[in-house]
């Protein structure tokens, strides 16, 4: 069976679940953050009040600069469910050599959750390149408890080791597919991963995979559901690895499926469940993926007394 997924399975790895636009932030600070030991902007990030829900707090960035510059872009990064309250969208400054530069903002936090708040300053130059330099503060706000720290929660959960359909979309409005929990995510209390497909076309050699974080994510019962239970019966179910859970065969058009899987947190994370669902059909006598579609899910189980109880 594994074999023939290698074969024929073309998709993503888990590790990739998080939106573009996350991926493209993450990219851009981590470039930053491997030019800022050598950079001659520094800059330091603190927060002075409590981030309680819905309570204002202070923002404070220093960056001090071993060089003089012009025109240099300072602002805040915040994340959705964050806002600034009282700051510009960016600072222009002109910076002198050795001096340091105090920046504030007041903040609120708008909903209960995990962020990651960015102060950083840049200076652009007439070839493409820059001289970064921020500070970020990660946290985690539930009503009056929080937690602040210039490191991340630790994470527990794993990826998966092999990967399910669903990676490049071919033909995807033959299938509707959706992909949800059943319930909150928490600690300890198991919630269902459900990953409802209803093909349009009647598909001969179907094959379905769902996949969840590992470690401190844990999974189990899968099974599938139709209207008719004869439907159920033609897929035939495989299991390869933690977390990682297969069925192939028929399915008929117009009927809805129902995969279920069982999820429990033991220990506070974040990644998330993958599920895709592809045909495989004959081209010039060739054997290939004729139709391909799915969803992912990002979870986060973070809360500040388990950030507090893992240091």
Same mark, same amino acid.
């Given at each position: %069976?594994?074999?023939?997924?290698?074969?024929?399975?073309?998709?993503?790895?888990?590790?990739?679940?998080?939106?573009?636009?996350?991926? #493209?932030?993450?990219?851009?600070?981590?470039?930053? #953050?491997? %030019?800022?030991?050598?950079?001659?902007?520094?800059?330091?990030?603190?927060?002075?009040?409590?981030?309680?829900?819905?309570?204002?707090?202070?923002?404070?960035?220093?960056?001090?600069?071993?060089?003089?510059?012009?025109?240099?872009?300072?602002?805040?990064?915040?994340?959705?469910?964050?806002?600034?309250?009282?700051?510009?969208?960016?600072?222009?400054?002109?910076?002198?050599?050795?001096?340091?530069?105090?920046?504030?903002?007041?903040?609120?936090?708008?909903?209960?959750?995990?962020?990651?708040?960015?102060?950083?300053?840049?200076?652009?130059?007439?070839?493409? /390149?820059?001289?970064?330099?921020?500070?970020?503060?990660?946290?985690?706000?539930?009503?009056?408890?929080?937690?602040?720290?210039?490191?991340?929660?630790?994470?527990?959960?794993?990826?998966?080791?092999?990967?399910?359909? #669903?990676?490049?979309?071919?033909?995807?409005?033959?299938?509707?597919?959706?992909?949800?929990?059943?319930?909150?995510?928490?600690?300890?209390?198991?919630?269902?991963?459900?990953?409802?497909?209803?093909?349009?076309?009647?598909?001969?050699?179907?094959?379905?995979?769902?996949?969840? /974080?590992?470690?401190?994510?844990?999974?189990?019962?899968?099974?599938?559901?139709?209207?008719?239970?004869?439907?159920?019966?033609?897929?035939?179910?495989?299991? /390869?690895?933690?977390?990682?859970?297969?069925?192939?065969?028929? %399915?008929?058009?117009?009927?809805?499926?129902?995969?279920?899987?069982?999820?429990?947190?033991?220990?506070?994370?974040?990644?998330?469940?993958?599920?895709?669902?592809?045909?495989?059909?004959?081209?010039?006598?060739?054997?290939?993926?004729?139709?391909?579609?799915?969803?992912?899910?990002?979870?986060?189980?973070?809360?500040?007394?388990?950030?507090?109880?893992?240091?």
């Amino acid at each position: %069976m594994k074999t023939w997924w290698k074969k024929y399975l073309r998709i993503v790895r888990v590790r990739h679940w998080i939106t573009a636009a996350a991926v #493209g932030l993450c990219t851009v600070l981590l470039l930053a #953050g491997c %030019m800022a030991a050598s950079s001659p902007l520094r800059a330091s990030l603190a927060l002075e009040g409590r981030p309680a829900l819905g309570e204002p707090f202070a923002l404070r960035l220093e960056l001090r600069t071993s060089m003089a510059f012009t025109d240099v872009a300072v602002s805040f990064v915040l994340p959705a469910g964050v806002e600034l309250v009282s700051a510009p969208e960016e600072w222009r400054v002109d910076m002198d050599l050795n001096q340091t530069y105090v920046f504030t903002a007041t903040a609120r936090v708008l909903e209960n959750g995990y962020y990651k708040i960015v102060g950083s300053g840049r200076k652009d130059t007439p070839y493409g /390149s820059s001289f970064p330099g921020f500070d970020a503060l990660y946290v985690l706000v539930e009503g009056e408890d929080t937690w602040v720290s210039h490191y991340p929660p630790p994470n527990h959960w794993e990826s998966p080791r092999q990967e399910v359909p #669903g990676a490049t979309p071919l033909q995807p409005e033959l299938i509707q597919n959706r992909l949800y929990l059943s319930g909150t995510l928490t600690l300890n209390q198991p919630v269902t991963a459900v990953y409802e497909v209803t093909p349009l076309v009647d598909l001969q050699h179907a094959s379905v995979g769902m996949a969840t /974080s590992i470690g401190g994510l844990r999974s189990s019962e899968p099974h599938v559901e139709a209207g008719d239970a004869t439907l159920t019966a033609a897929l035939k179910f495989s299991s /390869s690895g933690e977390g990682m859970y297969y069925w192939t065969g028929p %399915m008929k058009s117009q009927q809805t499926y129902s995969f279920y899987l069982t999820l429990e947190a033991a220990a506070g994370g974040q990644g998330g469940v993958r599920a895709g669902v592809m045909e495989i059909g004959s081209v010039d006598s060739v054997s290939r993926e004729i139709i391909e579609t799915g969803q992912s899910l990002a979870l986060s189980l973070y809360s500040p007394s388990l950030a507090r109880s893992a240091r």
